[in-house]
């Protein structure tokens, strides 16, 4: 009886190693493949369409190192518009999620109303901020004209000084109300007996967030930042629906950078900018993730 029951259990312990099959073999034929093809591109000149190219071993990436301003202005670009939208996009959801955490009526409605943005496309929203940025009849300049402010006009995604934080406003009115609902799930799940804890030993509000909300919801900070980040890196349709294609230097990113270049028949080229591209994000992920870390201990 006993080995019958062994034998079973051998088999069910086989059978559940199939379990991961499946995606194993997605993740290897999606991202692990066409990692390693990209490595192999890299390394060389294809154009993408001749059957014939040459190896030129790293030479793509010591011209992406010492010898492409274009590639440099859009890493700048990106971090700039990185770390604005981080910062802006992690305060006001925090902000806004603190102010709704509690269910009431009022707040289900605002909560609906933050997040409506986030329901809409890339493209849409876009084209609504190019009518607000227009410098000629868009909606800011009018409104500044309107109330006698005509010294603060201007043009906005013309400006080369200004233009990547205009898109960081965007794209912050695009996704804080998403991030707002990451933070309220987290600040639901701190236990009410801390505050009340916390209240009892005399803490103020601002020393009950410091010792008490900011260490616990450190979770949901880290994916919301995790996840800004990877939205920053990635706002391709959001730049080419406000600056066209290709956008100004003003406003070109990692991602529009890498498409002019397969635009422009360097795949081998494209591919190196590719994997510097992938480098730098899992860096930039990294040091927030440790930053975060000694932030909340």
Do not use: C
């Amino acid at each position: 009886m006993s080995s019958t029951r062994s034998g079973r259990r051998r088999r069910t312990a086989r059978a559940l190693w199939l379990f991961p099959v499946p995606a194993l073999a997605l993740y290897l034929f999606f991202f692990v493949y066409p990692v390693v093809q990209a490595v192999q591109y890299s390394l060389t000149d294809w154009d993408g369409y001749s059957a014939d190219y040459a190896d030129v071993g790293l030479r793509n990436f010591t011209r992406l190192a010492t010898g492409d301003d274009t590639f440099a202005n859009a890493v700048g670009n990106n971090l700039k518009l990185t770390v604005t939208v981080v910062l802006a996009q992690t305060a006001l959801g925090l902000l806004l999620a603190l102010w709704l955490v509690r269910t009431t009526r009022a707040s289900t409605l605002l909560r609906a109303v933050f997040f409506l943005p986030t329901v809409l496309s890339s493209v849409s929203v876009a084209f609504v901020w190019r009518f607000v940025y227009d410098p000629d009849g868009g909606l800011l300049n009018s409104t500044l004209r309107a109330v006698g402010l005509d010294s603060l006009q201007s043009v906005y995604l013309g400006n080369p000084d200004s233009a990547v934080f205009w898109l960081a406003l965007t794209q912050v009115w695009f996704h804080a109300g998403q991030m707002m609902v990451v933070f309220i799930a987290g600040l639901q799940a701190i236990p009410k007996e801390l505050y009340e804890a916390a209240e009892l030993d005399g803490a103020g509000r601002f020393a009950r967030f410091r010792y008490v909300t900011w260490p616990l919801v450190a979770p949901a900070t880290a994916i919301v930042i995790a996840y800004t980040t990877v939205q920053s890196f990635k706002a391709f349709d959001l730049v080419l629906g406000l600056a066209g294609n290709p956008p100004n230097p003003a406003l070109d990113i990692l991602s529009t950078r890498i498409y002019t270049t397969f635009s422009n028949n360097q795949f081998g080229y494209a591919a190196a900018q590719s994997l510097v591209f992938m480098a730098l994000i899992a860096l930039v992920t990294w040091v927030q993730r440790r930053a975060i870390g000694r932030a909340t201990r």
